[in-house]
């Protein structure tokens, strides 16, 4: 396949590896330790037009496409996936819904700060007893002349606490089920709205996860997102583009990795030679590029489907399910690489591996995918 990579592309891959090299390298392990967000990294971001790469010009953001915005997601994660997941839920889960089903005025009182990098956002689905059955959410959004009012709360919210624009989803009538769930642009400061706890987590310990707490929030109903009744339409649909953004992720995490590992096997000597020189090592250096390979592949083929308006649901599970077991498998095989060194924190391979976990799970476990794809077979 052809992926038509332009000019334009190789400008924004470029721009993203030097801001990861210059930015974010000098100071990721300091973040990493102390598990510190620094909202500035990514209002640097937003100045480079980096929060706004797929979305139209008129919008605030570049005009390019999701193959440049995968392929920058992919190079930041390359050194920080911390940062990369900030940039992927801002971009993929807040942006791309008021994009597709955002009014004009919508577009342009939130897509377009959005997009410009003025605001940061985020996505609120997951309850603490909805997490891949997310029609079980208690969360409420009742109808009272022009505006809702929501109640409830979500739990793991990336850029949570921060992110001025949060797209929520709430259920406006249980007895519908899935036609029952609605979608709502909410702004951080409306009366109500409140930040819980804080997670403290196994990896991406510099980005920021925090329950969202919701009571008696009035929301305009000019803040409806799609019509009331399709937000677990639109929930399905941005996590789908989520996928693509969790596999560039985690393809960026299997590179960083193998690139630490291929520069430690050929500097590392044991009776006498770079342990590179080893079969056994080789061979795993090897194992792991063809795995990468295979990864960016099936993630920027998810990307292309993306760009071209279609379904897309099966190219985005294969390649989230795809990328993050590689970027589970390679990261586990660079630790090994360095031997006792990869267990320490002396050494960046033990992050990557701790970072590379979590994308198997969100934006759908694996087993989710694996019931998309197993269904798209059998349909």
């Given at each position: ?18 801001f990861?090299a210059?930015r974010?390298?000098p100071?990721?392990h ?13 209002d640097?971001m937003g100045?480079?037009?980096l929060?706004?790469i ?9 005009g390019a496409d999701?193959?440049s ?8 994660s ?7 997941l900030?940039f992927?839920v801002?971009?993929?889960?807040c ?6 089903y955002g009014t ?7 897509l377009?700060?959005l ?6 956002g985020?996505?609120g689905?997951?309850?603490?007893n ?10 409420t ?11 409830g709360s979500?739990?793991?919210n990336?850029?949570?606490g ?10 406006t009538?249980?007895s ?16 109500g709205?409140?930040?819980?706890k ?11 996860q925090k ?5 008696d ?26 996928r693509?953004g ?11 990795a193998?690139?630490h ?7 590392r000597?044991?009776f ?6 080893f ?8 194992d792991?590029?063809?795995k990468?390979?295979?990864a960016?592949?099936l ?8 760009n071209e ?17 590689v ?13 006792g ?9 033990e992050?990557?591996m701790?970072?590379?976990?979590i994308?198997q799970?969100?934006?759908g ?10 269904g798209?077979?059998l349909?």
């Open positions: 396949m052809d992926f038509a990579i332009r000019d334009m592309d190789k400008d924004i891959v470029k721009l993203a590896a030097d990861a210059k974010l390298a100071t990721v300091e973040r990493d330790e102390k598990e510190v967000f620094d909202r500035a990294i990514l640097e100045e480079l037009g929060l706004g797929p979305y139209g010009e008129e919008y605030g953001g570049v999701f193959l915005l995968a392929m920058a997601c992919e190079e930041i390359k050194t920080d996936a911390s940062i990369g900030s992927e801002h971009t993929n889960l942006s791309w819904p008021i994009w597709k004009e005025e919508q577009k342009q009182q939130y377009k700060p997009a410009s990098g003025e605001k940061l985020a996505f689905l997951t309850e603490p909805a997490g891949t059955d997310a029609l079980n959410g208690s969360t959004a009742v109808k009272q002349g022009d505006h809702y009012v929501l109640n979500k739990v793991f990336t850029n949570g921060e992110a001025e624009i949060t797209v929520v989803f709430a259920a009538d249980k519908k089920g899935s036609k029952g769930m609605s979608a709502f642009i909410v702004e951080k400061g409306t009366p709205f409140t930040y819980g804080s997670e403290i987590k196994m990896g991406i310990h510099a980005c920021v329950e969202l707490v919701f009571q929030v009035v929301v305009p109903a000019a803040n409806l997102l799609g019509k009331e009744g399709e937000g677990f339409k639109i929930a399905m649909q941005t996590l789908d583009g989520g693509v969790v596999g560039a992720q985690a393809l960026g995490i299997a590179e960083g193998f690139a590992a291929v520069k430690y096997s050929k500097e000597v044991q006498g030679k770079p342990i590179a020189k079969q056994a090592i080789s061979f795993m250096l090897a792991m590029k063809a990468i390979e295979s960016r592949y993630v920027y083929k998810a990307a292309v489907a993306m308006g279609g379904s897309y649901s099966l190219d985005a599970a294969i390649a989230k399910k795809v990328a993050s077991d970027a589970m498998q390679v990261t586990t095989d660079a630790v090994q690489i360095f031997g060194y990869g267990f320490t924190r002396e050494y960046p391979v992050r990557y701790r970072d590379a976990k994308t799970i969100y934006e476990t694996n087993q989710v995918q694996q019931m998309v794809i197993s798209a077979i349909r």
